[in-house]
């Protein structure tokens, strides 16, 4: 008797099904391939975008603290304002999905001694996913934490802007009152320069008065 008419139907299906899941799970190895080189990518934006906000926290702290309180003669246009990181936009490498693994069909009780192998090929690839999936969600972890630092930072650069406003419209007043100062000293310096000038003038037409009025009291004592 020929083997394959031998062959029960169930067991074929389990054979195909068998062939199948091999051919999925070297698809899926090669899918975990291109997610480990996503992922790596994943990590090392996420590593240089922290970094990035890092560096823009504290410049926007050392900004804060500068136009707090700022030193005498400091013009406004010397202190550089930060800038903001842009916004992360490189999206999560997606785990592929683990094939399904259907050796038996209707009919089989039991896996056979072949089957073994891929059983231990899948727990393998379930692994490996696992540990990809691991440093991704990490990742995102540290995403939303940057997404925080952000805001913060953000905060930070209205906060500063605020007194930056302030510091201005004080700084305006200042130079408001030395002008002022300036210009009442000029004043006051003319209005002397005025009323010496009129006490010179006074005292010119009385001694001029005082000569004319000399012949007339000559004459009289003469008389």
């Given at each position: 008797?020929?083997?394959?008419?031998?062959?029960?139907?169930?067991?074929l299906?389990?054979?195909?099904?068998?062939?199948?899941y091999?051919?999925?799970?070297?698809?899926?190895?090669?899918?975990?391939?291109?997610?480990?080189?996503?992922?790596?990518?994943?990590?090392?934006?996420?590593?240089?975008?922290?970094?990035?906000?890092?560096?823009?926290?504290?410049?926007?702290?050392?900004?804060?603290?500068?136009?707090?309180?700022?030193?005498?003669?400091?013009?406004?246009?010397s202190?550089?304002?930060?800038?903001?990181?842009?916004?992360?936009?490189?999206?999560a490498?997606?785990?592929?999905?683990?094939?399904?693994?259907?050796?038996?069909?209707?009919?089989?009780?039991?896996?056979?001694?072949?089957?073994?192998?891929?059983?231990?090929?899948?727990?393998?690839?379930?692994?490996?996913?696992?540990?990809?999936?691991?440093?991704?969600?990490a990742?995102?972890?540290?995403?939303?934490?940057?997404?925080?630092?952000?805001?913060?930072?953000?905060?930070?650069?209205?906060?500063?802007?605020?007194?930056?406003?302030?510091s201005?419209?004080?700084?305006?007043?200042?130079?408001?009152?030395?002008?002022?100062?300036?210009?009442?000293?000029?004043?006051n310096?003319?209005a002397?320069?005025?009323?010496?000038?009129?006490?010179?003038?006074?005292?010119?037409?009385?001694?001029?008065?005082?000569?004319k009025?000399?012949?007339?009291?000559?004459?009289?004592?003469?008389?």
């Amino acid at each position: 008797m020929d083997t394959k008419d031998s062959t029960p139907p169930n067991a074929l299906q389990s054979i195909v099904n068998r062939e199948r899941y091999r051919l999925d799970l070297e698809a899926h190895a090669l899918a975990l391939d291109s997610y480990e080189q996503e992922a790596e990518i994943y990590t090392k934006a996420v590593d240089q975008h922290t970094l990035a906000v890092d560096t823009y926290h504290l410049a926007s702290k050392e900004y804060h603290t500068t136009t707090n309180s700022l030193p005498t003669g400091l013009p406004i246009s010397s202190i550089t304002e930060p800038s903001m990181p842009r916004n992360f936009s490189l999206p999560a490498p997606t785990k592929p999905t683990m094939p399904i693994y259907r050796p038996i069909a209707s009919g089989l009780v039991k896996l056979s001694t072949a089957d073994a192998p891929w059983l231990a090929e899948q727990r393998i690839s379930a692994a490996r996913a696992g540990r990809v999936a691991g440093l991704v969600r990490a990742a995102k972890r540290r995403i939303e934490n940057a997404a925080i630092e952000v805001g913060m930072a953000a905060d930070n650069i209205v906060r500063a802007d605020q007194k930056i406003d302030r510091s201005k419209r004080v700084q305006e007043r200042a130079k408001m009152r030395v002008k002022m100062a300036k210009e009442a000293k000029v004043d006051n310096s003319r209005a002397l320069i005025v009323h010496q000038q009129s006490l010179t003038s006074f005292d010119n037409m009385a001694f001029a008065h005082h000569l004319k009025s000399r012949p007339l009291e000559e004459t009289r004592n003469q008389g």
